[in-house]
């Protein structure tokens, strides 16, 4: 069975573990690094193959960078779930898109 999780669940799991509003400069140099890890793993095609080995994968890349910009948007008190849709309606009405985010 397939776990899952909501963006609000994740950012909050992430604001109860690490959170410190005086590290949002250290929060936004992590992200930059994970990019540049992401980056590297993207150039190498580096993929998950099995359950028991994701360092330095493009999924724990990914898994990371997530990580820095939910927590950059818990120093900001940012609720990423109602960007998601804010951002996707503009995107819609900019590209002319058919029906935004409707879930």
């Known amino acids: 069975m397939k776990k899952s999780i909501s963006i ?11 959170y410190n509003p005086n590290l949002k400069e250290k929060y936004f ?3 930059i690094e ?7 793993a993207l150039r190498k095609d580096t993929r998950l193959m099995d359950k028991n080995h994701i360092k330095g994968t493009i999924e724990e890349e990914l898994y990371d960078v997530l990580y820095y910009i939910l927590a950059i948007a818990n120093i900001y008190d940012i609720d ?24």
């Open 80 to 103: 990423m779930e109602e960007c998601i849709f804010l951002k996707e309606e503009l995107n819609r009405i900019k590209y002319n898109h058919p029906a935004g985010i409707d879930c």
């Open 29 to 31: 140099l992590k992200l």
């Open 34 to 40: 994970e990019v540049g890890e992401l980056s590297e």
């Open 8 to 18: 609000n669940q994740l950012q909050n799991f992430i604001k109860n573990i690490d």
